[in-house]
T-cell receptor, first 115, second 114 residues
Framework: AQKITQTQPGMFVQEKEAVTLDCTYDTSDPSYGLFWYKQPSSGEMIFLIYQGSYDQQNATEGRYSLNFQKARKSANLVISASQLGDSAMYFCAMRGDHYGQNFVFGPGTRLSVLP | EAQVTQNPRYLITVTGKKLTVTCSQNMNHEYMSWYRQDPGLGLRQIYYSMNVEVTDKGDVPEGYKVSRKEKRNFPLILESPSPNQTSLYFC?????????????FGPGTRLTVT
């Protein structure tokens, strides 16, 4: 069975600083994908970044990067130069590669950016 | 515009009064899913569907029904709602066949059962 763990229920960061949100996962699938979603206070789910298990390089999307350590089964999200608009819930998720594989989500981390 | 739509966005109802939350996607996705989100519990999957007429239970299916008669639509049915089903509900869809396919989420439906 697949499982996602996010051990930080809440995080604070100063504006313009970088912050790392932790995500560890457990799976027996040899191939899988890892995702991060952002949920601002307005409620919608926004896709941020994707990392494939066989990707050689860490994924980056603008100020977001994914620190992927396969041996440790971790997929931490790094947000550089935090902005007030980054205050939100962040969910880590994964999906196995075989046809019909379901998504699994972590419990989320609430990030608060301080001015 | 590629999107997942849900209706209604907000609903207040009473215990026992049957209701349906509609979900529709225009991306020809095979996979569709319903989640509920409660404080401290994250997203929990209610039901999912891999294609037309193919549905399966998620982690918290009790008290819910779904159907998938058309590829684009995946309604969530609460036959006899109870207060413990007060929650924020999300519908989502994605392609199948690879782990790189992200899920697209609807805007959410906030349901209150009194």
């Amino acid at each position: 069975a697949q499982k996602i763990t996010q051990t930080q229920p809440g995080m604070f960061v100063q504006e313009k600083e970088a912050v790392t949100l932790d995500c560890t996962y457990d799976t027996s699938d040899p191939s899988y994908g890892l995702f991060w979603y952002k949920q601002p206070s307005s409620g919608e789910m926004i896709f941020l970044i994707y990392q494939g298990s066989y990707d050689q390089q860490n994924a980056t999307e603008g100020r977001y990067s994914l620190n992927f350590q396969k041996a440790r089964k971790s997929a931490n999200l790094v947000i550089s130069a935090s902005q007030l608009g980054d205050s939100a819930m962040y969910f880590c998720a994964m999906r196995g590669d075989h046809y019909g594989q379901n998504f699994v989500f972590g419990p989320g981390t609430r990030l608060s950016v301080l001015p | 515009e590629a999107q997942v739509t849900q209706n209604p966005r907000y609903l207040i109802t009473v215990t026992g009064k049957k209701l349906t939350v509609t979900c529709s996607q225009n991306m020809n996705h095979e996979y569709m899913s319903w989640y509920r989100q409660d404080p401290g519990l994250g997203l929990r999957q209610i039901y999912y569907s891999m294609n037309v007429e193919v549905t399966d239970k998620g982690d918290v299916p009790e008290g819910y029904k779904v159907s998938r008669k058309e590829k684009r639509n995946f309604p969530l049915i609460l036959e006899s709602p109870s207060p413990n089903q007060t929650s924020l509900y999300f519908c989502a869809s994605s392609l199948l066949g690879g782990s790189s396919y992200e899920q697209y989420f609807g805007p959410g439906t906030r349901l209150t059962v009194t």
